[in-house]
């Protein structure tokens, strides 16, 4: 399994990450309490991973494939948990 940052923009009450000025701006003015922050998150959520594992879920559904390469799909797909499916 594949991992990877993923970028999240946010308004929070706190700093944290990456201040984004020019969307905090606006906010500022109005005196709100929020700033807008970037962060980047370690995941294994990322398209790769959902490909991987849609492919390796189309595998085990496909009748015509041979029942071992089926059960060995099953079996890999199974270390994909976190990752969503593919829509």
């Known amino acids: 399994m594949i991992k990877n940052y993923i970028s999240h923009v946010e308004q929070t ?3 944290s990450g990456r201040l984004l000025m020019n969307e905090s701006m ?3 003015m ?3 309490p929020v700033v807008v ?4 998150e370690y995941s ?3 398209l790769l991973n ?6 390796l879920e189309y595998i085990y559904q496909n009748r015509f494939v041979h029942e ?3 059960k060995e799909s099953y079996y890999c797909g199974i270390n994909f948990p ?3 499916q593919l829509v």
């Open 68 to 70: 071992k390469i089926r």
């Open 30 to 32: 109005e005196k709100k």
């Open 37 to 40: 922050c970037e962060k980047d």
């Open 26 to 28: 606006p906010l500022i």
């Open 50 to 55: 959902q490909i991987i594992k849609a492919t």
């Open 44 to 46: 294994s959520d990322i």
């Open 82 to 84: 976190e990752c969503p």
């Open 13 to 15: 009450n706190r700093l």
